[in-house]
């Protein structure tokens, strides 16, 4: 599968942004996906991920009650809504596939984005 990260952009602190993923290929539905996030200087970290058909969900704790992660399977898309963006949220964001739910490291994934940066200025 291949992904394509979209969506961001330079907002103030408070405001809204919505990411997306694009995929290509029949299975997309087969793939658990996730969105990772990498700020300057710091490593790759999990921000969230959703299970097959949307059931299961997972956040990292900085983002709970923040963002929202959901998928549509017959547009072969994730999203990551986030509200309420801190200058900590400042990255390039990722969006990654695995074949198993709950992996939290960037080693547990198989296919990548290419990122896209969203800056949250104060």
């Known amino acids: 599968v291949q992904l394509q990260a979209s969506g961001g952009g330079l907002v103030q602190a408070g405001d809204s942004l919505r990411l997306s993923c694009a995929a290509s290929?029949?299975?997309?539905?087969?793939?658990?996906i996730g969105w990772f996030r990498q700020a300057p200087g710091k490593e790759r970290e999990f921000v969230a991920v959703?299970?097959?058909?949307?059931?299961?969900?997972q956040y990292l704790d900085a983002v709970k009650g923040r963002f929202t992660i959901s998928r549509d399977n017959a547009k072969s898309a994730v999203y990551l809504r986030m509200n309420s963006l801190k200058p900590e949220d400042t990255a390039v964001y990722y969006c990654?596939?695995?074949?198993?739910?709950?992996?939290?490291?960037?080693?547990?994934?198989?296919?990548w984005g290419q990122g896209t940066q969203v800056t949250v200025s104060s």
């Open positions: 990654a596939a695995a074949n198993v739910f709950g992996r939290t490291q960037t080693e547990g994934y198989d296919y």
């Open positions: 290929g029949r299975t997309f539905s087969s793939y658990v």
């Open positions: 959703i299970s097959r058909y949307g059931g299961t969900i």
